[in-house]
């Protein structure tokens, strides 16, 4: 962004002072001239990218000029969706072609999780923004190296976690504070996943025509092609993410940990395995149950594929248990249900808002203020859920109870430690994570 295009958008930003910029701006200022927006790349178009892409695409101050897609499909259909709006991009297969162009300021990325910290530490050595999809890493080294690109090049990084914008969320949470519900010795999050079901076993075969597949695979071990490991379903492969742990895990344990204003926790263990399906295609389990310990309270996290039947008569939620009251919160609202009379009920405080777009605009605000200060989900909080996400998973791998000390990074059980850091394949390094 040239010195002109910032100042312009600067002055913009002051006008409106931090309200939303589609509602606050005056229709005057709304039709902004092409040379003085935001522009904008997505990399990883096929799901949540794209979404994240048309959130931000709804701010007047944006504009996309690059998408890339190692599937050649994929990316076409994209392109030609945006071109029918009247807005003609350049296309990528290589990720690192799009970051050599200076125009782009600020990039999506919205891939499989295996490659996030690559793609994020490239982008903000490129003097991109970043908009990184959650998890925001695939192991707690890669997440320390996230950290640690950001810190010194000071780029503005949004993590998708769009749960944080939405304000009947911060309502919920703004209560748990307030000490109503009395101790809160328990807090309950889960995910169970009805419309999930079983993924049947397919032969390995040749990618699809137009898939890079060596591109896809990047830095995890090489494989050959399996359908049940691409797109959507590649969540369910240790190769590549972590299951519902860390897909739903850092939305709904995010907000434990901001209810309990919660650090490290003292230990984890997890126990489930794949209970429903044994036989499927999928690695990860399909049911689990995870227990951290904190000083005088635990979170407990839980999930079942192919159950909605959860606790409360939700399918997803979060629950702060205390002495005189439950408040439970999900994506449709919250409410309280006081423990016999210690407290007045609250009935469901339903959502009004849209998160998603809530974010985006965020986001955007950002990199026209750069006070990093201002985001809603900064990468030091996408990385400390994602890193006790990564814990649970570990916790589950060893069928341990661990250790956790939070100031040196490690497990006591010494064993465990080797889940830390991935192993990197196809000629390509983990970035650097020594912080200053």
């Known amino acids: 962004m040239n010195n002109s295009r910032r100042h312009f958008i600067r002055s913009a930003s002051t006008l409106v002072a931090g309200a939303g910029l589609v509602g606050a701006l005056p229709s005057a200022l709304r039709a902004v001239a092409p040379s003085d927006k935001i522009n904008v790349a997505a ?113 503005v990084v ?33 995910a169970y996943m009805g419309w999930m079901h079983s993924i049947p076993k397919q032969p390995d075969g040749n990618p699809p025509a137009g898939v890079d597949y060596a591109a896809w695979l990047g830095p995890a071990q090489k494989r050959p092609f399996n359908p049940n490991r691409f797109h959507f379903n590649f969540r369910w492969y240790w190769d590549y993410a972590g299951g519902l742990m860390t897909d739903w895990g850092v939305h709904l344990l995010d907000y434990a940990l901001l209810g309990m204003k919660a650090q490290h926790p003292q230990s984890v ?47 997803h939620g979060i629950a702060f248990i ?7 919160l999900d994506r449709g609202g919250w409410e309280v249900i006081p423990e016999k009379d210690k407290m007045e009920a609250v009935p469901r405080q339903k959502s009004v808002d849209n998160g998603l777009d809530k974010h985006a605009t965020n986001f955007l605000e950002v990199i026209k203020s750069r006070k990093l200060e201002d985001l809603n989900t900064p990468l030091a909080a996408g990385a400390h859920v994602a890193t006790i996400a990564q814990l649970g998973n570990i916790a589950y791998k060893t069928s341990q109870k661990l250790h956790w000390n939070g100031a040196t990074g490690g497990f006591a059980e010494k064993d465990a430690n080797k889940y830390l850091t991935p192993e990197y394949h196809n000629g390509y390094k983990l970035p650097k994570s020594t912080m200053k």
């Open 269 to 315: 263990m997890a126990a489930g395995g794949k209970f429903a399906y044994p036989d499927d295609a999928a690695e990860t389990p399909d049911t689990l149950t995870t227990v951290y310990q904190f000083d005088g309270f635990n979170i407990q996290w839980e999930h079942a594929i192919g159950i909605d039947g959860g606790p409360y008569g939700r399918d």
């Open 158 to 190: 949004q993590v998708g976690q769009w749960q944080r914008s939405q304000q009947h969320f911060k309502d919920a949470i703004a209560f748990v504070h307030s000490g109503k519900l009395g101790q809160v010795r328990l807090v309950k999050a889960w």
């Open 43 to 155: 990399i990883g178009i096929n799901g949540m990218g794209w979404s994240d892409l048309t959130a931000i695409l709804k701010n007047p101050y944006a504009q996309c000029v690059a998408l890339c897609d190692v599937d050649k499909n994929v990316l076409d259909k994209r392109a030609a969706e945006l071109d029918k709006k009247g807005q003609k991009v350049k296309t990528y297969g290589d990720y690192r072609k799009l970051l050599e162009d200076k125009s782009i300021d600020a990039v999506i990325i919205g891939t499989p999780d295996h490659w996030h910290c690559l793609q994020m530490t490239d982008a903000v050595s490129a003097g991109k923004d970043v908009y990184v999809e959650k998890p925001i890493g695939n192991s707690i080294a890669e997440i320390k190296a996230m950290l640690y690109a950001q810190e010194n090049t000071k780029r």
């Open 322 to 328: 205390g002495n005189n009251g439950t408040l439970v």
